[in-house]
C-alpha cells in the first residue's frame, strides 16, 4: 500500500489513479474503513449521465446490488455550468423544473431495461442540481460502493476539468468502482 499526497498523485501519478486511467476493464480502488457490521445493508451508488460508460457503471452497480441484496441510489447530477456551458445571465431565465423533470424521463429510461432484469434489486434514482462529484461523495459515506464510468481524461485534463472518478479515487468514504471501455 502507498500513500502520496492528493497534489503530487495529480500530476506525477498514483498507482491507483494510473491504472484506472488505462485499464481497459473496470478498476475498484478500495477505500475507507472496514468497521461496517458484519450483515452490511448499505446501498450501491451509481452516478447516471447518459453516456455509454455510464451504461457500463449502471450495469455492474445492479450486478453488485442484486448480488449483495442491497438497495442501489442511481443518482444524476447537473449544474447550471454543465446545462449551459458556462454560467451567464441567461440561466436565470431558464425553467429548471422543466429541465428537471426531463432529466427525472431520462434517468428512469437509463435503469429501464436494468430494473426488469434486476427485479430484486430496491431503485432509488435521484437528481441533484450541484456537481457530480459533491452528490457522490456524500452518498459515499453510507455506501458500500459507488460505481461511475470514466470518460478517460488525461491526468492533466482531470486536474484542470475535474473528474468525478478521479475526485472519488481521492476522496470517497468507501470503494469506487470506475467503468472504462
Avoid at 84 to 106: H, I, M, N, P
Avoid at 108 to 117: D, I, K, T
Avoid at 129 to 154: I, K, N, P, T
Wanted: proline share 3%; net charge negative; hydrophobic share 40%.
Amino acid at each position: 500500500r502507498t500513500t502520496t499526497g492528493e497534489l503530487r498523485s495529480m500530476f506525477a501519478g498514483s498507482d491507483v489513479v494510473r491504472v484506472a486511467n488505462q485499464a481497459r476493464c473496470p478498476v475498484v480502488a478500495w477505500r475507507g474503513e472496514g468497521d461496517h457490521e458484519e450483515v452490511d445493508t448499505r446501498p450501491v451508488v451509481v452516478g447516471v449521465d447518459g453516456s455509454a460508460l455510464s451504461t457500463a457503471a449502471i450495469e455492474h452497480a445492479f450486478e453488485f446490488a442484486s448480488f449483495l441484496g442491497v438497495p442501489l441510489i442511481a443518482v444524476h447530477a447537473w449544474t447550471e455550468q454543465s446545462t449551459l456551458r458556462g454560467y451567464d445571465e441567461s440561466a436565470r431565465f431558464v425553467d429548471w423544473s422543466t429541465y428537471a423533470q426531463q432529466k427525472a424521463a431520462d434517468l428512469a429510461e437509463s435503469l429501464g431495461g436494468w430494473r426488469e432484469r434486476y427485479p430484486d434489486v430496491e431503485v432509488r434514482p435521484e437528481l441533484e442540481r450541484r456537481g457530480a462529484m459533491v452528490a457522490l461523495f456524500e452518498r459515499s459515506v453510507d455506501a458500500q460502493l459507488v460505481a461511475v464510468g470514466s470518460h478517460g481524461r488525461s491526468t492533466i485534463a482531470s486536474a484542470l476539468l475535474g473528474s468525478t472518478g478521479q475526485g472519488l479515487l481521492h476522496h470517497s468514504r468507501c470503494p469506487v468502482l470506475i467503468c472504462r471501455e
